[in-house]
């Protein structure tokens, strides 16, 4: 081969990968990949060479920008019979060629645990002077949905309209919501409003049949992730009833509290009645006489004997009057409150009436005639 076609199959080389002059890329494989997160992808990258080719064989795996501006990013190399694979710090461990030896012919990269941000454009370059060949891959790495949460909103009763929701945190879009039934005949209600990129069922003047349980799938192109929800339709409550029993309540209530408020105040009424009738009886017993009182009177009594045996027919009408006038006093103040009998006047030594403070009197004796002696 002269160096003008040497010059001319390294310039085919570089603009198609693999020429019939050189080395060519002979993978075939799809160069757009879809692959989940937390997965492992395999790039093809194989190759063959050719007679010409008998350079030193150098294999490097880069990261296209997405803006012409910058600079490419080189993930892996394998240069001088030994590879390199700790270039590209976010893949750092997760990155290797798949071939334990890839002067065989296997250039193709493998990366483990996939991740949003590995997303992009990634070229294979093989180069042995004066082959080169080279191959792009457009790697997406989508998330797949997160396990959904459902629930059912708005009043789950006979005429009314209630919604069933269904949303995933996580995952590529676009991601899409599928409702379904999976007990009784398993198809939605006839009046069921399904919105598969909302994720919500809106079942419209709900009836006791639409009653059971709902499955809700979240899906996207790597993956699906269900959720279950349990419907009950009932009929709604008696109002009219409740309204009856609230009311017949509060009477009851009143009714309680009139009998305790009525009992409190009748005990009141009762226990004031009988401190009354108490206070009463206290006042209709008559204060007993005083012991000196009573040995005055008979004092007084004697001397009033004492006198009328002395006096004369002529002096006696003037006693009767001054008897009558002392009367009065005696009459109106020693007169007990009740109409009680008074006790009769008991009989006491000298000595106690002397201590009960009584003045002793000396009562002067009479004969049969009357006359003091």
């Excluded at 006038?325 to 103040?333: F, R």
Aim: aromatic share 6%.
């Amino acid at each position: 081969m002269d160096l003008s076609t040497t010059c001319l199959c390294l310039i085919y080389g570089i603009l198609l990968a693999g020429s019939a002059c050189g080395l060519q890329i002979t993978s075939t494989g799809p160069t757009t990949i879809e692959k989940a997160s937390g997965e492992t992808v395999k790039l093809d990258c194989e190759f063959s060479l050719a007679t010409d080719d008998s350079g030193p064989l150098d294999i490097d795996w880069s990261l296209q920008p997405s803006d012409n501006q910058k600079e490419e990013k080189v993930v892996i190399v394998y240069s001088g019979d030994r590879a390199f694979e700790h270039y590209y710090e976010p893949l750092k461990g997760r990155v290797h060629f798949n071939s334990p030896d890839p002067k065989t012919g296997d250039a193709s990269m493998n990366i483990m645990g996939l991740k949003a941000t590995d997303t992009g454009t990634y070229q294979c370059k093989v180069k042995k002077v004066p082959g080169i060949g080279s191959r792009k891959f457009l790697l997406t790495v989508m998330v797949r949905p997160s396990k959904p949460r459902c629930h059912a909103e708005g009043q789950t009763q006979v005429g009314k309209d209630m919604m069933l929701r269904c949303s995933s945190v996580e995952g590529t879009q676009p991601l899409q919501y599928i409702w379904e039934r999976t007990t009784g005949n398993k198809l939605l209600p006839p009046l069921a409003i399904l919105d598969s990129v909302g994720g919500t069922l809106t079942l419209k003047n709900a009836t006791e049949v639409a009653s059971g349980t709902y499955r809700c799938l979240a899906k996207n192109r790597v993956g699906t992730e269900e959720c279950m929800v349990v419907v009950n339709v009932t009929q709604p409550p008696n109002t009219a009833g409740v309204i009856a029993a609230a009311v017949i309540s509060v009477l009851l209530l009143l009714i309680l509290l009139a009998l305790i408020v009525f009992c409190c105040c009748r005990a009141r009424q009762k226990k004031k009645y009988e401190k009354e009738i108490a206070y009463e009886i206290r006042e209709d017993v008559p204060p007993p006489k005083s012991r000196v009182s009573t040995a005055r009177s008979f004092t007084s009594v004697g001397s009033q004997r004492s006198s009328l045996g002395s006096m004369s027919p002529s002096n006696l009408h003037e006693y009767t009057k001054k008897s009558e006038y002392d009367k009065i006093p005696s009459e109106e103040y020693e007169r007990p409150p009740s109409h009680a009998p008074i006790p009769p006047p008991s009989r006491m030594a000298g000595p106690n009436l002397s201590r009960m403070g009584a003045i002793p009197v000396m009562i002067p004796a009479q004969n049969r005639d009357g006359s003091i002696v």
